[in-house]
């Protein structure tokens, strides 16, 4: 998942941004999508500090605030998290002071042609999702939903159970739940020494148990849900 996050102060350039990403994610398929978009740096450093989830920022330079978009910039970067940031502005020349403050820019969008906007934007968003994607230090697994591509982090993931649909999963992660085609076998295998099949219908991830109760033969997760626990099962978790 990629949040995007829009600081504009403009209002109508703000929902012309906005409305675009929204479109182009939902076009594309793509697992990304706008989180915020607000005139104000603090509400956007703050949703971001909250959050765990890799970000896309579209950031203008000038914002009328007490700090601007490159000191917006700067503190987003002190996160040292995953962030790519592109800088929407009317003022070209103030580019050079990203170099300044070290923010790595992705791209720098000039406010004149709105056709040109979008396809810089476009490109942009694509170019933050396959980056995230083809990370060779990601540990993600990739799960087909409807006609969308989804990229798990291996560590957001909960716990994963077959369903009544034969063939059906249903993936539990730390933000959403994800319900795709497939088989506990196969995806038992895509998934690391962390992952237990603690029952014929349930992997669990053994960093996200709360507790084990061994008289009721459950366990509970740090999402509060009970798993059921074979016999085999058992004699794994035994050995935690």
């Given at each position: 998942?990629?949040?995007?996050?829009?600081?504009?102060?403009?209002?109508?350039?703000?929902?012309?941004?906005?409305?675009?990403?929204?479109?182009?994610?939902?076009?594309?398929?793509?697992?990304?999508?706008?989180?915020?978009?607000?005139?104000?740096?603090?509400?956007?450093?703050?949703?971001?500090?909250?959050?765990?989830t890799?970000?896309?920022?579209?950031?203008?330079?000038?914002?009328?605030?007490?700090?601007?978009?490159?000191?917006?910039?700067?503190?987003?970067?002190?996160?040292?998290?995953?962030?790519f940031?592109?800088?929407?502005?009317?003022?070209?020349?103030?580019?050079?002071?990203?170099?300044?403050?070290?923010?790595?820019?992705?791209?720098?969008?000039?406010?004149?042609?709105?056709?040109?906007?979008?396809?810089?934007?476009?490109?942009?968003?694509?170019?933050?999702?396959?980056?995230?994607?083809?990370?060779?230090?990601?540990?993600?697994?990739?799960?087909?939903?409807?006609?969308?591509?989804?990229?798990?982090?291996?560590?957001?993931?909960?716990?994963?159970?077959?369903?009544?649909?034969?063939?059906?999963?249903?993936?539990?992660?730390?933000?959403?739940?994800?319900?795709?085609?497939?088989?506990?076998?196969?995806?038992?295998?895509?998934?690391d020494?962390?992952?237990?099949?603690?029952?014929?219908?349930?992997?669990?991830?053994?960093?996200?148990?709360?507790?084990?109760?061994?008289?009721?033969n459950?366990?509970?997760?740090?999402?509060?849900?009970?798993?059921?626990?074979s016999?085999?099962?058992?004699?794994?978790?035994?050995?935690?």
């Amino acid at each position: 998942m990629l949040d995007i996050y829009v600081c504009e102060d403009n209002k109508k350039t703000c929902e012309f941004i906005s409305n675009f990403i929204s479109d182009y994610c939902i076009f594309r398929n793509l697992d990304a999508g706008i989180v915020l978009a607000t005139p104000y740096p603090d509400e956007i450093l703050d949703k971001y500090i909250a959050s765990e989830t890799p970000a896309l920022f579209f950031l203008d330079i000038d914002l009328k605030t007490k700090i601007n978009g490159i000191e917006l910039a700067s503190h987003i970067r002190k996160q040292g998290r995953k962030a790519f940031i592109v800088f929407v502005t009317t003022h070209s020349e103030m580019t050079l002071l990203t170099f300044q403050y070290k923010v790595e820019a992705l791209d720098f969008i000039i406010k004149d042609n709105q056709s040109d906007m979008k396809k810089k934007i476009g490109d942009c968003i694509s170019t933050a999702v396959n980056r995230l994607n083809e990370n060779p230090n990601s540990r993600a697994i990739k799960v087909n939903v409807d006609d969308k591509i989804i990229f798990v982090d291996m560590d957001e993931i909960i716990f994963i159970e077959s369903t009544h649909i034969r063939h059906k999963l249903r993936l539990h992660a730390k933000k959403r739940t994800l319900e795709f085609n497939g088989e506990l076998k196969i995806m038992q295998q895509q998934l690391d020494d962390k992952f237990i099949r603690c029952h014929k219908s349930y992997i669990v991830n053994k960093d996200k148990i709360s507790s084990i109760n061994k008289r009721e033969n459950t366990i509970t997760l740090i999402n509060k849900i009970d798993c059921p626990i074979s016999r085999s099962g058992k004699k794994l978790l035994l050995q935690l």
